[in-house]
């Protein structure tokens, strides 16, 4: 394998496919190069390649048994760390690297470098699962890409990241891989199945706080990438809803490690003070179910908070926050033509179909793509199935890109960005959010608009 990627590189740097990672004697005519005729070492491309790939190929009944990460004391612990475990973990390591590699090396990767400097990054990714499957840690709704995240930053604010293992730190292409296999795990199907009303309330929701939230971070003077990244995370789901946008936008990756952040630490007080609020305010079950699924950003929280009321209440806001969940696709593939025509015509230039196609996120096509293979072409019983195991492979993909942006980013860049201004963004839409949704549980789940539903 080793030799087959040396050779590639030595063709590719021949004929000029890949040229060096880290800088370039013409970066604005290599990219425009790049970007125009050279499409094959386009990390966009490479990234519906690799997740094609990999889809193909559980469609296909090549489903490899993916690592436990769920415990509660040392006991189970050691349960995670046993041969079979770590087995599991290593076999997904080495396929990982063998899937990615080609890529990595036409993009402008070091065979040498890439292949060993991968497993690193891939075993930090693992820990932080690891660390976040904890009992405790997954109640509070803390997600695995805040660990992955602050294993990253531990060596680059300490050690620094060793020349052996600079090409292997590939944020981008991580990330767009994760999300054409995302595409196939969120189907048509389901945003049926989550009820009518729970997908009135998500559309509502999105829509409003969105706008209100972008509207707020330019107020603030926070630029685009950091206002509609920030806006994706408020306003549809949290840490997922902000990697697709800043994979839309080719936004700033510190940017979404900061959103990310906040979403998770913001979360944790909200599980304690919204249960506690609907039981002082006499609130119905099925509207405060409702109003936690349309405000707390991760799905492990509203599980959490809701279940604190009553079994009515968690059902609801499940289905609420499955809701917006699903409506992620549409607002990645919306918020890439936005983008598109917005640059383009910011930068002045004719915006005719073949700017418009230079300048669109290929991988957002491959996102679509799949979603639309699963939800119309293939037969539920086998999407059902490869969708579950294609959801535990994609969070491998996510939290290799985090272990990356950990990596790439000093620590003090995060506490000091913009001046504290996105986190007083980010609570004024959060708190816009929470009045909003807040009416909409009660006009939609209270019986004012449509029946109560009975659950």
Same mark, same amino acid.
């Given at each position: 394998?080793?030799?087959?990627?040396?050779?590639?590189?030595?063709?590719?740097?021949?004929?000029?496919?890949?040229?060096?990672?880290?800088?370039?004697?013409?970066?604005? %005519?290599?990219?425009? #190069? $790049?970007?125009?005729?050279? *499409?094959?070492?386009?990390?966009?491309?490479?990234?519906?390649?690799?997740? @094609?790939?990999?889809?193909?190929?559980?469609?296909?009944?090549?489903?490899?048994?993916? =690592?436990?990460?769920?415990?509660?004391?040392?006991?189970?612990?050691?349960? #995670?760390?046993?041969?079979?475990?770590?087995?599991?973990?290593?076999?997904?390591?080495?396929?990982?690297?063998?899937?990615?590699? =080609?890529?990595?090396?036409?993009?402008?990767?070091?065979?040498?470098?890439?292949?060993?400097?991968?497993?690193?990054?891939?075993?930090?990714?693992?820990?932080?699962?690891?660390?976040?499957?904890? @009992?405790?840690?997954?109640?509070?709704? #803390?997600?695995?890409? #805040?660990?992955?995240?602050?294993?990253?930053?531990?060596?680059?604010? +300490?050690?620094?990241?060793?020349? *052996?293992?600079?090409?292997?730190? %590939?944020?981008?292409?991580?990330?767009?891989?994760?999300?054409?296999?995302?595409?196939?795990?969120?189907?048509?199907?389901?945003?049926?199945?989550?009820?009518?009303?729970?997908?009135?309330?998500?559309?509502?929701?999105?829509?409003?706080?969105?706008?209100?939230?972008? *509207?707020?971070?330019?107020?603030?003077?926070?630029?685009?990438?950091?206002?509609?990244?920030?806006?994706?995370?408020?306003?549809?789901? +949290?840490?997922?809803?902000?990697?697709?946008?800043?994979?839309?936008?080719?936004?700033?990756?510190?940017?979404?490690?900061?959103?990310?952040?906040?979403?998770?630490?913001?979360?944790?007080?909200?599980?304690?003070?919204?249960? *506690?609020? /609907?039981?002082?305010?006499?609130? =119905?079950?099925?509207?405060?179910?409702?109003?936690?699924?349309?405000?707390?950003?991760?799905?492990?929280?509203? /599980? @959490?908070?809701?279940?604190?009321?009553?079994?009515?209440?968690?059902?609801?806001?499940?289905?609420?926050?499955?809701?917006?969940?699903?409506?992620?696709?549409?607002?990645?593939?919306?918020?890439?033509?936005?983008?598109?025509?917005?640059?383009?015509?910011?930068?002045?230039?004719?915006? +005719?179909?073949?700017?418009?196609?230079?300048?669109?996120?290929?991988?957002?096509? $491959?996102?679509?793509?799949?979603?639309?293979?699963?939800?119309?072409?293939?037969?539920?019983?086998?999407?059902? =199935?490869?969708?579950?195991?294609?959801?535990?492979?994609?969070?491998?993909?996510?939290?290799?890109?985090?272990?990356?942006? +950990?990596?790439?980013?000093?620590?003090?860049?995060? /506490?000091?960005?913009?001046?504290?201004?996105?986190?007083?963004?980010?609570?004024? @839409?959060?708190?816009?959010?929470?009045?909003?949704?807040?009416?909409?549980?009660?006009?939609?789940?209270? $019986?004012?608009?449509?029946?109560?539903?009975?659950?």
């Amino acid at each position: 394998m080793f030799a087959i990627l040396c050779r590639l590189r030595l063709f590719s740097c021949r004929f000029g496919w890949a040229g060096a990672p880290r800088s370039l004697p013409n970066p604005e %005519r290599h990219a425009k #190069i $790049g970007s125009v005729t050279r *499409w094959y070492r386009n990390e966009d491309w490479l990234a519906v390649i690799v997740g @094609a790939a990999v889809i193909i190929a559980v469609v296909a009944g090549i489903r490899p048994p993916l =690592p436990q990460f769920g415990w509660k004391d040392t006991g189970e612990l050691a349960n #995670i760390l046993a041969p079979v475990q770590l087995s599991r973990a290593i076999f997904l390591a080495i396929t990982y690297l063998l899937i990615s590699a =080609p890529g990595a090396v036409l993009a402008g990767a070091s065979p040498r470098k890439y292949a060993a400097g991968f497993p690193f990054v891939f075993a930090l990714g693992w820990v932080g699962q690891i660390i976040a499957g904890n @009992a405790t840690v997954s109640y509070w709704g #803390i997600e695995y890409v #805040i660990f992955a995240l602050l294993l990253g930053l531990a060596i680059s604010n +300490g050690p620094g990241v060793p020349e *052996w293992l600079a090409d292997a730190v %590939r944020t981008e292409y991580y990330i767009k891989t994760g999300l054409v296999i995302m595409g196939a795990t969120i189907l048509f199907s389901d945003i049926m199945q989550a009820g009518a009303l729970g997908l009135i309330q998500a559309i509502a929701v999105v829509a409003v706080i969105w706008y209100f939230s972008y *509207w707020l971070a330019k107020r603030l003077r926070l630029d685009d990438e950091f206002s509609a990244i920030l806006a994706s995370a408020v306003a549809i789901c +949290g840490v997922s809803a902000a990697i697709a946008a800043c994979g839309a936008i080719h936004g700033d990756r510190r940017k979404l490690s900061y959103v990310a952040s906040v979403v998770l630490i913001v979360a944790v007080p909200m599980i304690v003070l919204q249960p *506690w609020m /609907v039981k002082a305010m006499g609130m =119905p079950d099925v509207v405060g179910g409702a109003w936690l699924g349309g405000t707390l950003d991760t799905t492990g929280s509203v /599980v @959490a908070a809701s279940a604190l009321i009553s079994e009515a209440a968690l059902k609801i806001g499940t289905i609420v926050k499955f809701s917006q969940n699903v409506l992620i696709g549409v607002a990645a593939f919306l918020l890439s033509l936005w983008w598109t025509w917005r640059k383009t015509a910011s930068a002045q230039e004719r915006a +005719g179909l073949a700017v418009i196609w230079q300048r669109f996120p290929k991988f957002v096509l $491959g996102f679509v793509g799949a979603s639309l293979v699963f939800s119309f072409l293939l037969d539920p019983a086998v999407a059902k =199935p490869a969708a579950r195991v294609l959801g535990g492979l994609r969070t491998f993909w996510f939290s290799l890109a985090f272990v990356s942006i +950990g990596l790439e980013t000093k620590f003090t860049d995060l /506490v000091r960005m913009e001046s504290g201004r996105p986190l007083l963004a980010f609570l004024g @839409a959060q708190a816009a959010n929470v009045v909003w949704t807040l009416l909409l549980a009660y006009l939609i789940f209270g $019986g004012f608009v449509f029946p109560p539903p009975q659950v």
